[in-house]
């Protein structure tokens, strides 16, 4: 079971520094983040809350089902994840199977920790904006969320997709896919 929350953060700089004040040091350096949502041409899984995911992060590729999140003031799901040897030949077989990559995003991600702690963060630098992503035990969660200067109205617990949706609906444009300008590896 998943259960996280995001925070919305003015700053890479200010969210490293305030997770530095609290206690943590990072777990793996920032890198570079792919993410394909895969789904039917008539959207059956987000239709039914549920995620398909094909992730590419630090030479690693991630296959992770997730699915309908409860209500309550942290995003919890139940999540299937496993890590497969060919990204591409992967995403090939969902083709296969009639999936479709319907939505692509991607971020900067680096891991923080500390030692002893039941959960962990990451620092995620998207193109809509930095957040702070929570993972943990939802009290450990909400005692971070404190020492990091957040309230439980600070909470996000919508996904990266929905939070693009919402950016494009403020700033009047059509959504497309969630990606860095000139293709994001570089940065």
């Not at 919890?76 to 497969?84: A, G, L, P, Q, S």
């Not at 692509?104 to 990451?122: L, V």
């Amino acid at each position: 079971m998943e259960v996280e929350i995001k925070l919305a953060a003015p700053s890479a700089e200010e969210a490293a520094a305030r997770l530095r004040r609290a206690g943590f040091a990072p777990s793996h350096e920032r890198a570079f983040e792919a993410n394909t949502v895969f789904d039917t041409p008539e959207l059956r899984l987000i239709g039914a809350g549920q995620l398909l995911r094909l992730r590419e992060f630090r030479g690693e590729a991630l296959l992770t089902w997730k699915g309908p999140a409860e209500a309550g003031p942290h995003k919890r799901r139940r999540e299937i994840e496993t890590r497969v040897a060919d990204g591409a030949a992967m995403a090939g077989i969902l083709n296969a199977l009639g999936y479709r990559g319907v939505f692509r995003y991607e971020k900067y991600r680096t891991g923080y920790s500390r030692p002893g702690d039941p959960g962990h963060a990451c620092l995620d630098e998207t193109p809509i904006g930095c957040f702070i992503e929570l993972e943990g035990p939802p009290e450990w969660i909400d005692a971070v969320a404190a020492e990091l200067g957040f309230g439980r109205q600070d909470y996000i617990t919508l996904s990266y997709g929905a939070l693009y949706r919402e950016h494009c609906r403020r700033a009047g444009v059509e959504p497309a896919h969630m990606v860095f300008a000139g293709g994001g590896a570089g940065g």
